[in-house]
């Protein structure tokens, strides 16, 4: 389908530390986040953000702020 063409990864680096707004606002600029505030907001509200883990991730564009936050938590198996 034309859809998954739209569909793309990036990189996202998680330093120790880092806020929940900062690491919104990197998926911000890489296109995977429209709204770093929103998308902040919405990992608050959600079980597990105080356990996000600094490293490497793969994230996606077609990805869920819940899937995304699943893979920042390592409730999924990171991807290498």
Known sequence: SSAASDVYKRQLVVEQGESLL?????????????????????????DGYQNIRPGEYQVSSSEKPSEILKQLTHEEEKIQ
């Open 22 to 46: 900062e690491i919104s606002k990197d998926l911000a600029e890489q296109g995977i986040v429209k709204n770093p505030y929103l998308f902040a907001i919405s990992l608050r509200c959600m």
